[in-house]
């Protein structure tokens, strides 16, 4: 798995920031090393190896510590694979907190870390830069409260530590800005004004971000599973869990029943409050127990297993792996020795009423891609006599979630590879196509005719066209494939640390 999880770190690294950064990259992936050591491994120039580095320490993937005399450089894999959620990350601040805190969300990104001001200031100019159906400008108040929206939701978080190699101990600083918006308005214009916030920097808060795309699959899961009321239960109770209990905590404090019914009162959904106890009930007697009634006293206590919900949503994730890849009765025997715990193959014949020679097949299949496990039962006996020891099936739920794992790692590189071919086999006319879309804008912008604006398009010949055309879906097709398998990979990861 290492072997493709650095290869996958290596093509984002290239992707976003470069082959110089690559290189070094590449060069951290096997351990921490020093300047002098990069040096020798990269062959770069230290001016080139410096400015990577700086760039690399300036968005979070390199920590460095002194020792001795030395600094060493350390680089941080998980950090980049955060890399493949930034669309999830902004699509999500879009939903909650609108259009304009999506493009600062993106700016913060995009820097690394920056100032109130002038993520402002950017943002403002990019809402100016693209044409809108408002007819209004960007406001600057506007654009203060969106940011401080953010703020408050712990999206955004001061950045605190630039000399340590454990920053992750800081203690997240969620203080809002002293912002001015008159001095603001004057950098906007031209004027030189020295804002109040300058050298406060903020960064995006990842650990929240991935903390409510957590959330927000557990709370789809109870909405496709029951209905919309259950899903905003669950939300609730998610809600009232964080007041109480960490958050990465596998399971949560007690929540009494007063509590949840206020907050549910306030909601105004009259479905939800009128059968607020048959949907607690429903949830609780569920065979996923994503909740359990912890008490009784004041109408009940409840708590949020968020553990046994990944690992209830890990299994729905893997038997729709095997269903997909061997056929539903291979399904139906991994289900089985899922439910059965230690079966042997008499009893998967009988119970999962599949012909013994298909049973067979397809239990030797599922053994050689390790979604099964065999063990043998030793029969107590006389040793010098020969004897034929029973085996029994079973499922190692974690080594089957580290292969997975694994085949998640090596799709994702796959698809990144196939992309980067398809765009550079096609990039003259994908070059072409730009630039008869430039010509064309600016024709129309100093009254072309329809007939000269007929004539540019037709500088595109049909079986380009075409030949784009079906480029332009496949690379779509596997940037939709790749959200998909790293939504996959995020149930897996999140299992395997046990949630967290």
């Given at each position: 798995?290492?072997?493709?999880?650095?290869?996958?770190?290596?093509?984002?690294?290239e992707?976003?920031?470069?082959?110089?950064v690559?290189?070094?990259?590449?060069?951290?992936?096997?351990?921490?090393?020093?300047?002098?050591?990069l040096?020798?491994?990269?062959?770069?120039?230290?001016?080139?190896?410096?400015?990577?580095?700086?760039?690399?320490?300036?968005?979070?993937?390199?920590?460095?510590?002194?020792?001795n005399?030395?600094?060493?450089?350390?680089?941080?894999?998980?950090?980049?694979?955060?890399?493949?959620?930034?669309?999830?990350?902004?699509?999500?601040?879009?939903?909650?907190?609108?259009?304009?805190?999506?493009?600062?969300?993106?700016?913060?990104?995009k820097?690394?870390?920056?100032?109130?001001?002038?993520?402002?200031?950017?943002?403002?100019?990019?809402?100016?830069?693209?044409?809108?159906?408002?007819?209004?400008?960007?406001?600057?108040?506007?654009?203060?409260?969106?940011?401080?929206l953010?703020?408050?939701?712990q999206?955004?978080?001061?950045?605190?530590?630039?000399?340590?190699?454990?920053?992750?101990?800081?203690?997240?600083?969620?203080?809002?800005?002293?912002?001015?918006?008159?001095?603001?308005?004057?950098?906007?214009q031209?004027?030189?004004?020295?804002?109040?916030?300058?050298?406060?920097?903020?960064?995006?808060?990842?650990?929240?971000?991935?903390?409510d795309?957590?959330?927000?699959?557990?709370?789809?899961?109870?909405?496709?599973?029951?209905?919309?009321?259950?899903?905003?239960?669950?939300?609730?109770?998610?809600?009232?869990?964080?007041?109480?209990?960490?958050?990465?905590?596998?399971?949560?404090?007690?929540?009494?029943?007063?509590?949840?019914?206020?907050?549910?009162?306030?909601?105004?959904?009259?479905?939800?409050?009128?059968?607020?106890?048959?949907?607690?009930?429903?949830?609780?007697?569920?065979?996923?127990?994503?909740?359990?009634?912890?008490?009784?006293?004041g109408?009940?206590?409840?708590?949020?297993?968020?553990?046994?919900?990944?690992?209830?949503l890990?299994?729905?994730?893997?038997?729709?792996?095997?269903?997909?890849?061997?056929?539903s009765?291979?399904?139906?025997?991994?289900?089985?020795?899922r439910?059965?715990?230690?079966?042997?193959?008499?009893?998967?014949?009988?119970?999962?009423?599949?012909p013994?020679?298909?049973?067979?097949?397809?239990?030797?299949?599922?053994?050689?891609?390790?979604?099964?496990?065999?063990?043998?039962?030793?029969?107590?006996?006389?040793?010098?006599?020969?004897?034929?020891?029973?085996?029994?099936?079973?499922?190692?739920?974690?080594k089957?979630?580290?292969?997975?794992?694994e085949?998640?790692?090596?799709?994702l590189y796959?698809?990144?590879?196939?992309?980067?071919?398809?765009?550079?086999?096609?990039?003259?006319?994908?070059?072409?196509?730009?630039?008869?879309?430039?010509l064309?804008?600016?024709?129309?912008?100093?009254?072309?005719?329809?007939?000269?604006?007929?004539?540019?398009?037709?500088?595109?010949?049909?079986?380009?066209?075409?030949?784009?055309?079906?480029?332009?879906?496949?690379?779509?097709?596997?940037?939709?494939?790749?959200?998909?398998?790293?939504?996959?990979?995020?149930?897996?990861?999140?299992?395997?640390?046990?949630?967290?």
């Open positions: 798995m290492k072997d493709f999880f650095n290869k996958l770190c290596s093509i984002l690294l992707e976003y920031f470069g082959p110089n690559q290189r070094i990259g590449n060069n951290l992936l096997y351990g921490t090393k020093t300047l002098s050591a040096r020798l491994g990269t062959g770069l120039p230290v001016a080139k190896i410096k400015e990577g580095l700086c760039v690399l320490i300036k968005y979070g993937y390199v920590t460095y510590h002194r020792n005399y030395q600094v060493e450089y350390t680089l941080h894999q998980n950090k980049i694979i955060t890399l493949l959620r930034y669309p999830k990350y902004i699509f999500f601040v879009k939903t909650y907190c609108g259009d304009e805190a999506e493009i600062m969300l993106e700016e913060v990104l820097h690394g870390y920056i100032t109130a001001s002038a993520v402002i200031i950017e943002t403002y100019k990019r809402i100016e830069r693209t044409p809108s159906k408002s007819a209004q400008p960007p406001s600057i108040p506007n654009l203060k409260d969106v940011f401080e953010l703020v408050k939701n999206f955004l978080m001061h950045r605190i530590s630039f000399e340590t190699g454990a920053e992750n101990t800081e203690k997240p600083n969620y203080n809002l800005p002293n912002l001015d918006v008159t001095v603001i308005s004057n950098m906007l031209g004027q030189n004004a020295k804002p109040i916030d300058n050298g406060i920097y903020w960064k995006v808060n990842f650990d929240r971000l991935t903390q795309l957590r959330d927000q699959i557990v709370i789809q899961a109870m909405t496709q599973r029951f209905d919309v009321h259950a899903g905003q239960l669950m939300r609730q109770l998610i809600n009232l869990m964080y007041l109480r209990t960490a958050s990465w905590a596998a399971t949560s404090n007690p929540i009494p029943y007063t509590e949840i019914k206020e907050e549910v009162r306030k909601l105004n959904y009259e479905e939800l409050e009128h059968y607020l106890d048959q949907y607690l009930r429903l949830l609780e007697e569920d065979s996923t127990q994503f909740i359990k009634r912890v008490g009784d006293s109408g009940g206590q409840y708590s949020v297993n968020m553990k046994n919900a990944f690992k209830q890990t299994w729905e994730t893997l038997e729709h792996i095997v269903t997909n890849r061997f056929g009765k291979a399904g139906r025997i991994f289900r089985l020795v439910n059965e715990k230690d079966v042997n193959l008499e009893q998967i014949q009988n119970l999962a009423m599949i013994a020679k298909e049973a067979k097949s397809l239990t030797y299949n599922l053994t050689q891609e390790n979604y099964i496990q065999i063990q043998e039962i030793k029969k107590s006996g006389s040793a010098s006599a020969p004897t034929k020891s029973p085996f029994r099936f079973c499922i190692d739920l974690t089957i979630v580290e292969m997975e794992i085949h998640c790692y090596q799709s796959n698809i990144i590879k196939r992309r980067d071919h398809e765009s550079a086999s096609n990039k003259r006319m994908i070059e072409k196509q730009l630039r008869v879309q430039i064309s804008a600016n024709l129309k912008e100093h009254g072309a005719t329809e007939q000269q604006l007929a004539d540019i398009a037709e500088m595109m010949t049909p079986s380009e066209t075409q030949q784009l055309e079906k480029a332009q879906n496949a690379i779509k097709k596997l940037a939709a494939t790749e959200l998909q398998i790293d939504e996959t990979l995020f149930i897996l990861i999140c299992i395997r640390i046990g949630c967290m």
